[in-house]
């Protein structure tokens, strides 16, 4: 298995990449692209390191050629305020990116049999109670767009003969990045509280189903276009505040009974608070309908899980790390 990598020293990515590890052993090669030199040569033996500037230009066909798969997790972070000119960073780290590497399989002999590209559940835009599968149409909103764009970019690879899957990723729920790491510490201290009403609706995956998913797509067939990247329950903010505070060992009903202000939010974050208050009721139509089989279905296992490795992490002796 040749595979491609841009964005493998990421959260998504480093996972995914343990994964695809523990699935092929000796058989796997492959190629991670950074755009920083600096901390490449840390990168493990099996992991051949690529320097590309993602959104500058096309990366050389060779990158690309008779690749079994690349994978593209490279964009900027959603998690700040956004300013004119982090919504162009936020566009363009994914939309550019996306052409350029299109582009570059364009030029290819032999192109890459599949590209996974990742995308978000942003796509959706703020829909309320709405259940919502692959088939929903876009919503409204700068993600929404962001992501129509991104996927667009994304699925003009198919003209080349490439299966294109874009991996329509919920919140994301492990230790060593994303969302966990600010929410698990401020629930710890006591001080962790539903957003509004607690009614919006969070779809969520568990890290280990998020790399999982993506190496689903990469070897069945039958995945090809949106396939969102959640797990089969989602729930609402008041749900998912009650649950982790109780896995944590904190007392949910005050995490229930307090909330935090939206308009507070809308202070620090400005529109970027967005990704917090919209209602996204999203389901895995895809991944179950291909047979994925979920290691996390239930938002309860998952959070407590990723509070024991957490714990067991910060355990561990320092020349175990």
């Known amino acids: 298995m040749r595979m491609v990598v841009i964005g493998g020293r990421g959260f ?4 995914v990449l343990e994964q695809c590890l523990s699935t092929w052993e000796e058989e796997l090669q492959v190629t991670v692209v950074t755009r920083r030199k600096k901390g490449a040569e840390l990168l493990p033996a099996w992991q051949r390191p690529f320097i590309w500037n993602v959104e500058e230009s096309p990366p050389p066909p060779s990158l690309l050629e008779g690749a079994d798969a690349v994978i593209n997790l490279a964009g900027e972070t959603v998690a700040q305020r956004w300013t004119p000119a982090a919504k162009q960073r936020i566009r363009d780290s994914r939309v550019l990116t996306t052409r350029n590497l299109v582009e570059a399989i364009h030029q290819t002999a032999h192109p890459p049999k599949v590209l996974v590209n990742a995308s978000a559940v942003g796509y959706y835009g703020d829909r309320g109670d709405e259940e919502l599968t692959e088939d929903s149409p876009p ?14 970019e994304a699925l003009r690879a198919r003209e080349w003969g490439v299966r294109v899957v874009c991996a329509r990723f919920g919140i994301v729920l492990g230790v060593g990045g994303g969302v966990m790491e600010r929410l698990l510490p401020v629930f710890e201290w006591g001080l962790g509280a539903k957003i509004g009403s607690g009614r919006h609706w969070l779809s969520w995956v568990h890290i280990a189903d998020a790399a999982g998913l993506v190496l689903h797509a990469v070897t069945n067939e039958q995945v ?13 903010n008041r749900e998912f505040t009650r649950l982790l505070a109780r896995a944590v060992g904190k007392p949910a009903f005050l995490a229930t009974l307090l909330s ?3 308009l507070l939010l809308r202070l620090q974050l400005g529109e970027g608070a967005t990704v917090l208050t919209a209602s996204q009721r999203v389901f895995p139509k895809v991944a179950l309908e291909t047979g994925y089989n979920f290691a996390f279905p239930q938002l309860e296992k998952a959070l407590k899980e990723v509070v024991y490795r957490r714990a067991k992490l910060s355990l561990a002796p320092s020349w175990a790390s």
């Open 12 to 15: 998504i990515g480093r996972a």
């Open 139 to 152: 919503g409204q909103g700068f993600l929404a767009e962001v992501c129509r764009l991104w996927e667009e």
């Open 224 to 236: 090809r276009g949106p396939m969102n990247v959640v797990a089969p329950n989602p729930v609402t």
């Open 260 to 262: 935090v202000p939206p």
